[in-house]
């Protein structure tokens, strides 16, 4: 049974709320969905193409395996070529282009790469292996941390001294901010993620709502949810409203998930962060907290920083700041395809370019 | 990455205080979940799970309201 997926992708539901937005809009609008998982719905049931022309949806960095800086791939592919180490990740992961190297060459080659569902199977890897040093290669949001966490707590609860982890974990509100505060963006309003809200709830969006007077809803992943928010976004920029509403209430509480905000922090800090294509941000990423600093993979291996290089064809940054479409890079399609990816955007099944090359393939 | 799929609680196992655990039915697929940080779930709940996580329990109350509501907009005088 599918409760919860099949109702919400009722098409009698779908087309009401068209027909809701469409009776609603009079001038046109863009708003940006933040997250991946939202990006592949839109494209899967194609909706862009159910709504009215005056709404254009463009596509936010909210994937964070496209996200996740070479460095850090290049050093999980250093981890991953050393003899002692278990590298372990989410599948995700393995075929993201390093400077020269992906996890997966390193696989093909002897390299000791595992994947996991979840971070708690990679402290029975670690168990299973006494030998041998098991490395987690710590990636997502705010709704991927919390797990992270959890095995990094567990860890030290079961005296586990041959597991660490390669943090690459980022925040979604500072990147928003990020976007906002480029004088050039487009942004009317933002579809805001779900699933990072089901953690972090929405507090730490109202003060940017206020300040950049723009409206945020919370939107969750299916067809019916992504309408729905669209046109709780729509209604609010046509009554020239700003501020942040729920449209996902069945999973995300105003206050989030406080037992898991106080694990987050209790093992991580906010760090400075390089996104991928986009640059720094202040602020955007998670490092572990002084009481968890064994468990630092990059302390660990003294792991240092080497100069990387970013494939000069992908314009991942244009994709993932919503500047550009996947289907205007020369290379879409062409020299990059899912078989073969220039960048992460191609390579992760959340990236905007990867959405475009298996639902849509031609131009827009 | 940040796929999240609603599941159904069938068991829980509050053996280890620090790892509170359930068994969750994914249509067909059954998976080991940690509920540590989700109040108040019981058998038969609906949890949105993430990488072995229940990230929170779904509220179904509001799943059917939000439909309902859907349905109402759909009532003939919005009709084109
Ligand atoms: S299509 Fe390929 S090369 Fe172009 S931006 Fe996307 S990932 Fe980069």
Not at chain 1, 25 to 39: A, F, P, Y
Not at chain 1, 45 to 63: A, D, R, V
Not at chain 1, 320 to 333: D, M, N, V
Not at chain 2, 18 to 27: P, S, Y
């Amino acid at each position: 049974m599918l409760k919860h997926i099949d109702e919400y992708r009722d098409k009698a539901l779908v087309e009401t709320l068209v027909r809701t937005i469409k009776a609603t809009v009079s001038r046109k609008w863009t708003l940006m969905e933040i997250c991946g998982g939202q990006t592949h719905s839109i494209m899967r049931y194609g909706l862009q193409e159910l709504l009215p022309n005056e709404i254009s949806l463009i596509h936010g960095p909210g994937c964070p395996v496209c996200v996740t800086p070479v460095e850090l791939i290049d050093r999980a592919v250093e981890l991953g070529r050393r003899p002692e180490v278990i590298l372990v990740s989410f599948g995700d992961m393995l075929r993201v282009p390093g400077s020269h190297e992906d996890l997966l060459s390193v696989k093909a080659k002897g390299g000791a790469i595992r994947m996991v569902y979840a971070p708690l199977d990679a402290l029975d890897i670690a168990e299973r292996n006494p030998e041998k040093e098991v490395v987690f290669f710590g990636v997502g949001f705010e709704t991927t941390a919390p797990a992270v966490a959890l095995a990094i707590k567990q860890a030290r609860h079961r005296a586990l001294e041959n597991f660490s982890v390669l943090v690459s974990h980022v925040l979604v509100p500072p990147a928003i901010q990020a976007l906002l505060e480029d004088r050039q963006n487009q942004i009317d309003g933002f579809l805001a993620a779900g699933h990072v809200c089901a953690i972090m709830g929405t507090q730490e969006y109202i003060p940017l709502a206020s300040k950049y007077k723009i409206p945020i809803v919370v939107t969750g992943f299916e067809p019916v949810d992504i309408l729905l928010g669209i046109h709780k976004c729509i209604n609010m920029l046509e009554q020239k409203r700003s501020g942040v509403e729920n449209a996902y209430a069945r999973s995300v509480r105003p206050e989030g998930n406080p037992a898991a905000q106080e694990l987050l922090r209790e093992v991580f800090v906010r760090v400075d962060r390089k996104w991928r294509g986009i640059g720094a941000i202040p602020g955007s990423g998670l490092g572990l907290s002084d009481a968890y600093l064994k468990y630092d993979a990059t302390l660990k291996f003294k792991l240092q920083s080497v100069g990387t290089e970013e494939p000069e064809l992908c314009m991942a940054g244009e994709i993932l700041t919503g500047r550009k479409k996947p289907s205007q890079c020369p290379a879409f399609g062409t020299r990059c395809k899912p078989e073969k990816p220039l960048g992460a955007p191609m390579v992760s099944t959340e990236g905007a370019c990867s959405a475009y090359y298996r639902y849509k393939k031609q131009t827009p | 990455m940040c796929l999240a799929v609603p599941g159904k609680i069938l068991s829980i196992d509050l053996s280890k205080p620090e790892l509170k655990m359930a068994r969750v039915q994914f249509g067909e697929a059954i998976r080991e979940i940690c509920i540590q940080w989700v109040d108040g779930v019981e058998i038969g709940d609906y949890i949105l799970a993430h990488v072995g996580t229940a990230l929170s329990k779904i509220d179904e109350a509001d799943a059917l309201f939000t439909l309902d509501a859907l349905r109402e907009m759909g009532a003939p005088e919005l009709d084109p």
